[in-house]
Every structure is written in structure tokens, then in C-alpha cells.
């Protein structure tokens, strides 16, 4: 009987696919998105890397530490556990700072305040006396007095993933570390597109010398090792931000280029390219307007996969020390500062980055596959 309500079932879902897959014939791209939304692995991970981005987006609206790079450092309570608390003495000191929300978003902003970690503080006759941190036990501190006349407050910090070696909110150095793995992503793809769609197309649609040549240049290219080509350009531009983005999307157009030239060479014989040339139309039109959206299906699997890999890559270079330089944090030169910390107590400095790192990867992956499973249609 349970068998038989099973196979009932399965078959009403594959008769609802098919009236959906029919009124859809139409819009081939209908019936893509309609195939991703009944694939749950699509939409979970759609969902966790519509979360990373704004996560990257927002930046310092979510982090605990809103100063530039998340780089309040407070050595007195380093490589303390998450969850950890303490009060913090500010002491205004200096002029605040005044800029939009939309600034303080890209960029941090410069606190106004001197925070000391403290363990207790009392009011007396000479002003504000309070004991500065020292380590996990409490009376071990100086005691120091803060005039009457000095604006200050106390409030109490909590450190949800705890503090590194340095005293930095690890949550923090998390978050805008998200900034770099997602933007590393997409400014390589965009180099590796540009180049590798225009290689591809002009190898495919003229062939030739033109075919000979760049699919020479393309076998030297692919003939390298992608992680010593990517340290070999890092080495030319120099260490970097932005120097890293170009470097890792200057060896991923490969595959790309050899993709969009085979899927050319299929289309450039087609009935509606023979016609768009007895029309007249010049070359460059037939490329762009007439081949290349023909190509995009294929194409969004390849930069989905591309997209993981950069994250990869740029994580890897940051852990060699040959990516993003500090203070800016990234998820690689968080697991090189702390690595260390794996053989000891403190294992999760370590490992919730290259979690992170895993996560993302993994969610691209899997959306690359869900794409590849929905574009194939069946006729």
C-alpha cells in the first residue's frame, strides 16, 4: 500500500512537471528558473550566497568593531573564548568624526573614544578610579583615576566569537573579511569574461590563423599551473587589494574561452546565422546579438564553478601571504594568524574562516550543478 501511494505520488509530481515544462515551451528560460525553484538545493543555496553578499554589503552596519578594517586592537584580552564580556571604559578624547551612514558602510569610521578593558570602577573624591584589565583574574590590575572633568561612559562589550591574538573581535574581522572572498569573486569573473568571451568568440567565429593563434596562447596559458601563474602575476603587480582580483581573474579565462569558442563553432552554422549574413549584418552584430545569448546558459554553469575557485585561490594566496596585506582582514589571513591555535584550545580562530571559506564554496558548487541539471531540457 505504501509503495503504491509512492509511486502515485511520483507520478502526479511528474505529470504537474510536465503541464508546467508545456505551458512554459515557449520561454526556455522560464522553464529554467521554474526547474531551479522546485530544486531545493538550488534555492538553499541561492540563499546562502544572497546571504554572504549582504553580509558583504552592509559590512560595518553589522559589525560589532565599526573602525576601519575592524582593527581595535586591546592585547589585555586576547584569544578570549566567544561569548566573552567586559567592561570597556571610553573616554572621549578626540573630535568625533562626521560622516553619512553610507561612508561609515564602505569604510568604517575612526572611533572618537580611547576604550580601556577594565574590571571594576568606583566613583571617589579624586574622580572615576577603575582597574585596568590584566588577564582572567580580577584585583591583578593598576588601579588609575580619571578626572572629574573628562567625559567618559562604561559599557559592556561582548565578544560573540571572542577575541585572536591580537584582542580584535573575531565577528567582526569575519564580517568585513566576507567583503574580500565575495569581491575577489566577482571582479575576477568580470576579467575572466571579458577576456575569455573575446577570445573565444573570435577563435570560434573566424577560425583560421585567428583560431591557430589563440588557441596556441590558450594551451600555453593552460599548460601552467593556475596557483603558480596566479603567484608569478601577484609577484608582477605586487601585493594588494586590488592587485589580487587581477591576478587571479587573469588565469581564470581559459575556460571560458575554450567554452564560448566550441559553442560558436556549433552555432555559427546555424539557419539564423547564414540569415543575419545574407541580410548584411556585420560581424560584431551577428557575435553579439545573435550568438552570444545563445551561449549564456553554458556559460552561467562555468562562472559559477569560477567563482568558488577565485574565492579558493584568493584565500589561498592570503594564507601565503600574498594577498590582501593586513590590516585588512580576509578569511585566508585569518586561518594563517591562527593556525597556530589548532593544536591548542583556541581551534575555532582557525576553523570558523575555513568554514566560512567551505560554506560559500560549496553553496557556488552546488548552484553551478543545479543550473547545469536545469538547462539540460528535455525535448
Given at each position: 500500500?505504501?509503495?503504491?501511494?509512492?509511486?502515485?505520488?511520483?507520478?502526479?509530481?511528474?505529470?504537474?512537471?510536465?503541464?508546467?515544462?508545456?505551458?512554459?515551451?515557449?520561454?526556455?528560460?522560464?522553464?529554467?528558473?521554474?526547474?531551479?525553484?522546485?530544486?531545493?538545493?538550488?534555492?538553499?543555496?541561492?540563499?546562502?550566497?544572497?546571504?554572504?553578499?549582504?553580509?558583504?554589503?552592509?559590512?560595518?552596519?553589522?559589525?560589532?568593531?565599526?573602525?576601519?578594517?575592524?582593527?581595535?586592537?586591546?592585547?589585555?584580552?586576547?584569544?578570549?573564548?566567544?561569548?566573552?564580556?567586559?567592561?570597556?571604559?571610553?573616554?572621549?578624547?578626540?573630535?568625533?568624526?562626521?560622516?553619512?551612514?553610507?561612508?561609515?558602510?564602505?569604510?568604517?569610521?575612526?572611533?572618537?573614544?580611547?576604550?580601556?578593558?577594565?574590571?571594576?570602577?568606583?566613583?571617589?573624591?579624586?574622580?572615576?578610579?577603575?582597574?585596568?584589565?590584566?588577564?582572567?583574574?580580577?584585583?591583578?590590575?593598576?588601579?588609575?583615576?580619571?578626572?572629574?572633568?573628562?567625559?567618559?561612559?562604561?559599557?559592556?562589550?561582548t565578544y560573540p566569537l571572542g577575541t585572536d591574538r591580537y584582542g580584535r573581535c573575531l565577528l567582526s574581522q569575519l564580517i568585513i573579511g566576507t567583503r574580500v572572498s565575495v569581491s575577489v569573486g566577482f571582479i575576477a569573473?568580470?576579467?575572466?569574461?571579458?577576456?575569455?568571451?573575446?577570445?573565444?568568440?573570435?577563435?570560434?567565429?573566424?577560425?583560421?590563423?585567428?583560431?591557430?593563434?589563440?588557441?596556441?596562447?590558450?594551451?600555453?596559458?593552460?599548460?601552467?599551473?593556475?596557483?603558480?601563474?596566479?603567484?608569478?602575476?601577484?609577484?608582477?603587480?605586487?601585493?594588494?587589494?586590488?592587485?589580487?582580483?587581477?591576478?587571479?581573474?587573469?588565469?581564470?579565462?581559459?575556460?571560458?574561452?575554450?567554452?564560448?569558442?566550441?559553442?560558436?563553432?556549433?552555432?555559427?552554422?546555424?539557419?539564423?546565422?547564414?540569415?543575419?549574413?545574407?541580410?548584411?549584418?556585420?560581424?560584431?552584430?551577428?557575435?553579439?546579438?545573435?550568438?552570444?545569448?545563445?551561449?549564456?546558459?553554458?556559460?552561467?554553469?562555468?562562472?559559477?564553478?569560477?567563482?568558488?575557485?577565485?574565492?579558493?585561490?584568493?584565500?589561498?594566496?592570503?594564507?601565503?601571504?600574498?594577498?590582501?596585506?593586513?590590516?585588512?582582514?580576509?578569511?585566508?589571513?585569518?586561518?594563517?594568524?591562527?593556525?597556530?591555535?589548532?593544536?591548542?584550545?583556541?581551534?575555532?580562530?582557525?576553523i570558523i574562516p575555513g568554514l566560512a571559506i567551505m560554506i560559500l564554496v560549496l553553496s557556488f558548487f552546488m548552484l553551478g550543478n543545479a543550473i547545469r541539471q536545469a538547462t539540460e531540457i528535455k525535448q
Amino acid at each position: 500500500m505504501k509503495l503504491n501511494l509512492n509511486l502515485g505520488f511520483s507520478e502526479r509530481r511528474r505529470k504537474k512537471e510536465k503541464q508546467i515544462d508545456k505551458v512554459s515551451s515557449l520561454n526556455p528560460d522560464r522553464i529554467v528558473l521554474q526547474r531551479l525553484l522546485r530544486n531545493p538545493v538550488a534555492i538553499v543555496s541561492s540563499a546562502v550566497i544572497v546571504f554572504f553578499i549582504l553580509v558583504a554589503i552592509l559590512g560595518y552596519w553589522l559589525s560589532p568593531d565599526k573602525t576601519p578594517f575592524a582593527n581595535e586592537q586591546h592585547l589585555e584580552i586576547a584569544v578570549k573564548k566567544p561569548g566573552f564580556k567586559v567592561d570597556m571604559l571610553q573616554i572621549s578624547d578626540r573630535e568625533a568624526v562626521k560622516q553619512n551612514i553610507f561612508k561609515t558602510m564602505l569604510f568604517g569610521k575612526v572611533s572618537s573614544t580611547t576604550n580601556i578593558p577594565i574590571y571594576s570602577h568606583r566613583n571617589t573624591e579624586k574622580g572615576l578610579e577603575y582597574e585596568i584589565f590584566t588577564g582572567d583574574n580580577p584585583n591583578g590590575g593598576e588601579i588609575k583615576y580619571l578626572d572629574k572633568n573628562t567625559e567618559y561612559r562604561i559599557k559592556t562589550r561582548t565578544y560573540p566569537l571572542g577575541t585572536d591574538r591580537y584582542g580584535r573581535c573575531l565577528l567582526s574581522q569575519l564580517i568585513i573579511g566576507t567583503r574580500v572572498s565575495v569581491s575577489v569573486g566577482f571582479i575576477a569573473i568580470i576579467i575572466a569574461i571579458v577576456i575569455g568571451i573575446t577570445l573565444g568568440a573570435l577563435a570560434g567565429y573566424f577560425q583560421g590563423k585567428i583560431d591557430a593563434v589563440i588557441m596556441w596562447f590558450i594551451n600555453v596559458v593552460w599548460s601552467v599551473p593556475t596557483i603558480l601563474l596566479v603567484i608569478a602575476i601577484t609577484f608582477a603587480l605586487g601585493k594588494g587589494f586590488w592587485q589580487i582580483f587581477v591576478a587571479v581573474g587573469l588565469t581564470m579565462w581559459v575556460d571560458i574561452a575554450r567554452m564560448v569558442r566550441g559553442q560558436v563553432l556549433s552555432l555559427k552554422e546555424k539557419e539564423f546565422v547564414l540569415a543575419g549574413k545574407v541580410l548584411g549584418f556585420s560581424n560584431a552584430r551577428i557575435i553579439i546579438k545573435h550568438i552570444l545569448p545563445n551561449v549564456v546558459n553554458a556559460l552561467t554553469v562555468i562562472i559559477t564553478s569560477n567563482f568558488a575557485t577565485a574565492i579558493l585561490q584568493e584565500a589561498g594566496l592570503s594564507f601565503l601571504g600574498l594577498g590582501v596585506q593586513p590590516p585588512m582582514p580576509s578569511w585566508g589571513s585569518m586561518i594563517k594568524e591562527n593556525y597556530g591555535y589548532i593544536i591548542l584550545d583556541a581551534a575555532y580562530m582557525a576553523i570558523i574562516p575555513g568554514l566560512a571559506i567551505m560554506i560559500l564554496v560549496l553553496s557556488f558548487f552546488m548552484l553551478g550543478n543545479a543550473i547545469r541539471q536545469a538547462t539540460e531540457i528535455k525535448q
